[in-house]
């Protein structure tokens, strides 16, 4: 679940019954240990409801640089009692010089990968 979707194009989802969602996610989870729904984002499409609404979890992707404090504090007002179904925020798109802030690095391949450098998995990656 995105916290906003800058786009503010209306989704597809918007017209998808809840109870058509609640279903689906019920039929799924008879069959796999774990379901993943990639929904919309919650601020720009009230489609994104229903997913939350019939899911166990959730987790919150913000995207780094871009997506204000304020919308994620929105996202979650939005989801009232549900937003104790977010069980994480992920943040995408933290460039990589962030993360030797906080790694002690352990990460050092990590930075090179793309570069012709060792991958992390020792395999040599083009550029």
Known sequence: MNARDPSNVPSETDDIPEALVANLLRDCSKHFDLVVVDSPAILSSPGSMPFIECADRAIMVVE????????????????GAHARKVAGVVLNKVPADWYRIFDNGRYRGYYAYGNGLPSPQGRAVAS
Not at 68 to 75: D, G, M, P
């Open 64 to 79: 780094w640089a871009r997506t204000e404090r304020q919308a994620v504090i929105e996202a979650l007002g939005t989801l």
